[in-house]
């Protein structure tokens, strides 16, 4: 089975400060992670992925995330937080040996806000 | 080029109700999935369409739920005889079918059930 947990609900940070987003994970075999981003009212909206290759991942709007295997992890960070930064953020992973190849299991969401 | 679309953006029906909620997904995508968004969680899979396969029902709640793909392309998720726990926003995405491969969204349908 796959699973993923992002341990915080809300995420505070001033505009201008570095900025993380937890995740880990659990999985049988190798990972496919993602990070998607919704803002009110609207659809998720893909970020970016691992798949394999580098640790760290670079993705839209500045974010990049960083895949440490021993830690089963996939933190998204961003060097400098804009106010428009601010929406609910999902992780989500798939594993190819599980039964739900197919299937994106995602966390429950982080709400990040960043304060002017 | 368009994205994924879907109808209705709200829906609010009195319990015991059907309901069709439909997807457009991107052109080309072979894969289309659908989701549930209830408030304050993360997003529940339901059911997983890929090319001509059989789709992937493991998600569906209940015998309430259905869902079926014409030609392909359009979906329709069907909640029949419709209860207040199901009012949560429905989410479709698709994607190009490879594993690999991000899924694209669309906007939801918001359904309410009085």
């Known amino acids: 089975a796959q699973s993923v947990a992002q341990p915080e609900d809300q995420v505070n940070v001033a505009e201008g400060n570095p900025l993380t987003v937890k995740c880990t994970y659990s999985v049988s075999g190798n990972p496919y992670l993602f990070w998607y981003v919704q803002y009110p009212n609207r659809g998720l909206q893909f970020l970016l992925k691992y798949i394999t290759g580098d640790n760290l991942v670079k993705g839209s709007y500045g974010f990049e995330a960083e895949f440490n295997k021993s830690q089963t992890s996939f933190h998204l960070k961003k060097p400098s937080a804009l106010v428009s930064d601010s929406a609910l953020y999902f992780c989500?992973?798939?594993?190819?040996?599980?039964?739900?190849?197919?299937?994106?299991?995602f966390g429950s969401g982080t709400q990040l806000t960043v304060l002017p | 080029g368009a994205g994924v679309s879907q109808s209705p953006s709200n829906k609010v029906t009195e319990k015991g109700k059907d309901v069709e909620l439909r997807c457009d997904p991107i052109?080309?995508?072979?894969?289309l999935y659908w989701y549930r968004q209830s408030l304050g969680q993360g997003l529940e899979f339901l059911i997983y369409f890929q090319g001509n396969s059989a789709p992937d029902k493991s998600g569906l709640p209940s015998d309430r739920f259905s869902a079926e793909r014409t030609g392909g392309s359009v979906s329709t998720l069907t909640i029949q005889r419709t209860q207040q726990e199901d009012s949560a926003v429905y989410l479709c995405?698709?994607?190009?079918?490879?594993?690999?491969?991000?899924?694209?969204f669309g906007p939801g349908t918001r359904l309410t059930v009085l």
């Open positions: 989500a992973v798939r594993d190819l040996r599980s039964g739900s190849a197919r299937q994106l299991t």
């Open positions: 052109s080309g995508h072979t894969a």
């Open positions: 995405a698709s994607s190009s079918g490879t594993s690999v491969n991000e899924q694209f």
